[in-house]
C-alpha cells in the first residue's frame, strides 16, 4: 500500500490555477504534519507549505505565501495544497510529504518527513 498518493497536477498557463491533492493511507494517515515539497529540474527539492494536524497552524516558503494555500481534511485524511495566480517558476514536480514532526522540528527539512508520495508534474506556460 503506498502511503501517500499525489493527484492534481497538469500543464497550465501562467496566471491560472491548480488544487493538488494527497491522500494518505495506513500509518501514514496518522501523521501530525503533512506538506508539500517541490523540484525544480536541476535544483534540490524544495519546501512549499505544511500544515499541522491538531492545531492547523501552516507554513509557507515565502516566495508562495499569498498565492498557495495548504489545507488538511482529517476524516479524508487528505491535504490539498491551492495553488492560485501560478507563474513559470513553480513548474517543478510537487511532493507529498507527512511525519510526526514534534514541536521543534525544522518543517522544512526534508529529513524531518517519514513518508513521500511519487511527486505530481506541475507545469506553468509562460
Known amino acids: 500500500q503506498v502511503p501517500l ?6 500543464l497550465v498557463q501562467a496566471g491560472a490555477s491548480l488544487r493538488l491533492s494527497c491522500a494518505a493511507s ?9 506538506g508539500w515539497f517541490r523540484q525544480a529540474s536541476g535544483k534540490e ?12 497552524s501552516t507554513y509557507y516558503l515565502g516566495s508562495v505565501k499569498g498565492r498557495f494555500t495548504i489545507s488538511r481534511d482529517n476524516a479524508k485524511n487528505t491535504v490539498y ?5 501560478l507563474k513559470s517558476e513553480d513548474t517543478a514536480v510537487y511532493y507529498c510529504a507527512a511525519g510526526q514532526a514534534p514541536l521543534g522540528s525544522s518543517l522544512v ?13 506541475v507545469t506553468v506556460s509562460s
Do not use: C, P
Request: proline letters at 0%; a positive charge.
Open 109 to 121: 527539512r526534508l529529513t524531518t518527513y517519514d513518508y513521500w508520495g511519487q511527486g505530481t508534474q
Open 81 to 85: 495544497l491551492q495553488m492560485n495566480s
Open 45 to 56: 527539492r524544495e519546501f512549499v507549505a505544511a500544515i499541522r494536524g491538531r492545531s492547523g
Open 5 to 10: 498518493v499525489e493527484s492534481g497536477g497538469g
Open 26 to 34: 495506513g500509518r501514514a494517515s496518522s501523521s501530525e504534519v503533512m
